[in-house]
Each structure stands twice: as C-alpha cells, then as structure tokens.
C-alpha cells in the first residue's frame, strides 16, 4: 500500500518522472492496476479539484498533476488488456467548430480521465455533426463543449440545437465552458451545466451522472 500513497502524493505534486517511476515499480511488485487507479490516481486528482477550488493552487499546478497522471495512465493501459474496469461515467468533448484552442479542454480531459471516467475527445474544430455522429456511436453520459473565441460560441447553441433535431437530447446531457462563457449564456442555449473550471468540471461531471 505504500507503493499507491506514494503514488498519490507525487501525483499530486505533479511529478511526472517519480509518478511513471512509482507506477512501474507498483505493476513489477504486482500491485494490481486498477487499485493504482481506483486508490492513487483518482484520490489525487479529487486533491487536486478540492485544492484548486479552495484556490491553494492554481492551473500551472492542475496541469502539472494531471499530465503526470496522464503519463502514468499510459502506462498501466497495457496491463489493463482483458480486464473489465467500470468507468464511472462516459464523456465525449471537444472545443467546437472554428475554435482551435486546446489547453483547457485538454486539461478537462484529463481530469476528468483521473476522475474514473472514460472520455473521447474529438480534438478542436469540431463540426456540430460530428458531436451528433459521436453520441450516436459511443452512447455516453454528457458532452461538454469548449470555446475560447466568442466568435465560436454560436457553435454550442447549434450542437444542442442539432441534439434537439436528432432526438438525441433526452439521451444526453451537456455541460459547456470556456473564457467567454457564462452560466447565463448556458441557461439561454438550453446546456445541462455550466463548468468555469477543470475542477468545476469534474464536480458537475458526478452530478450530471447522478
């Protein structure tokens, strides 16, 4: 168990190279991947989210601990071939159409993947559609739309707008954010939620599951 505290706190201080280091060390001692996960990873990352709320630190070191984790993650997939691990919720996002920004979509990804759930990131620029092709295929919980340009925002109302058309909104919720969004404009397009942060994110992410 030392191995998964020691996990935990570096993940946390977002030491990437100590947190691969204690992961291999874990899976060679037989330490079970999913408790890895379910017991390092996903504590740490709830840390992070209570430590960022309570503003004890800030996104630099949010991003720090979630691409150590991330890190990490990546190399406990392959011991994960042929094992069933429930995830806690399905997520599909992406930053939408005309917008190509990525750092805090990226960032929510990644919390949200420390967090337990499985999330399919379509990437940047993502047509409407695409979105509607993507809760067609992969069934999730909640979509969540990004945008930093204000330009971009008008993308949101038409992606739920086409959920609308698709008869596809009752088998989904979603939730929005970005530097130009407001939980007035979430309210006027018809999202589940408003997220102002990663952090935020990933609370509003358990509510949305129930």
């Known amino acids: 168990m030392d191995h998964i505290n020691r996990i935990k706190q570096t993940t946390i201080a977002g030491n990437m190279p100590q947190v691969i280091e204690l992961t291999d060390l874990a899976l060679k001692a037989g330490v079970n991947p999913e408790t890895v996960i379910q017991q390092g990873f996903i504590p740490a990352m709830e840390v992070v989210g209570d430590k960022f709320a309570r503003s ?52 929510v990804a990644m919390m949200l993947e420390g967090s337990g759930f499985e999330v399919i990131d379509l990437g940047v620029d993502v047509p409407p559609d695409d979105f509607i092709d993507a809760v067609r295929n992969h069934n999730p919980d909640f979509i969540g739309l990004s945008a930093l340009l204000t330009t971009t925002m008008n ?56």
């Open 56 to 107: 004890e630190i800030y996104v630099p070191e949010m991003l720090l601990a979630a691409r150590a984790m991330k890190a990490a993650l990546d190399r406990i997939k392959p011991f994960l071939v042929g094992t069933e691990i429930n995830p806690l919720g399905k997520a599909i996002i992406g930053t939408v159409q005309g917008d190509m920004h990525d750092i805090g979509k990226n960032l």
């Open 155 to 210: 993308s949101m109302e038409e992606t739920i707008r086409k959920l609308v058309e698709a008869d596809l909104r009752d088998r989904v919720k979603v939730m929005i954010g970005g530097a130009p969004v407001s939980r007035l404009f979430a309210e006027e397009i018809g999202a589940d939620e408003y997220a102002a942060n990663a952090g935020e994110a990933v609370q509003l992410a358990k509510k949305l599951i129930g």
